[in-house]
């Protein structure tokens, strides 16, 4: 069985979660799974080895598996957080939502000019949360080398809206 056909067997489907017409793709059954989730880590560490300075996670999913990477590649590991979550100097980025907007942030001393990051995430929708990461990073002279996910919801085009940062664009499985 490829990991892929692996990954799409454990996740959880929850229908009307959070709201009525959503189908929730839960992954919280993959994190019960010491040996799939060692198999996501090294996959992701095989196609990221020697590319990258850092992985940057997003709050807060993009840190189960992103922190776990950056350990695996021996880099460091970059918080991206919501507005009021960190407790040092940061630097924010503020977006809009469907409904709304939002805030992330990072400590202002976590990229250095030209540092190589690659975001990190679970999921994958409209890409406007990875597209925000991507621009804080760029904020403070980062360089995007790529974009990570465990699952795209690929009926969204997310993919196309983080093509102007990177084509190396990393997805395990696909919905």
């Not at 059954?29 to 560490?45: D, G, R, T, V, Y």
Request: charge should be negative.
């Amino acid at each position: 069985m490829t990991l892929e056909q692996k990954i799409d067997k454990a996740i959880r489907n929850v229908p009307d979660f959070p709201k009525p017409g959503i189908q929730f793709k839960d992954i919280t059954p993959i994190l019960e799974n010491h040996s799939l989730s060692k198999e996501i880590i090294e996959s992701f560490a095989k196609q990221w080895e020697g590319k990258i300075d850092a992985v940057a996670g997003v709050e807060s999913r993009g840190f189960l598996f992103g922190f776990p990477l950056a350990l695996a590649l021996d880099i460091p590991f970059i918080l991206i957080r919501k507005k009021g979550k960190l407790p040092y100097k940061t630097v924010s980025y503020k977006y809009d939502l469907e409904y709304g907007s939002a805030e992330i942030e990072m400590h202002v001393d976590t990229v250095s000019t030209g540092m190589r990051v690659l975001v990190h995430d679970d999921l994958l929708a409209t890409g406007g949360t990875a597209e925000a990461a991507a621009e804080l990073i760029r904020k403070e002279d980062g360089f995007i080398a790529g974009f990570s996910f465990l699952v795209e919801l690929g009926f969204l085009n997310g993919k196309e809206r983080l093509e102007k940062y990177s084509n190396e664009i990393e997805c395990l499985v696909n919905y």
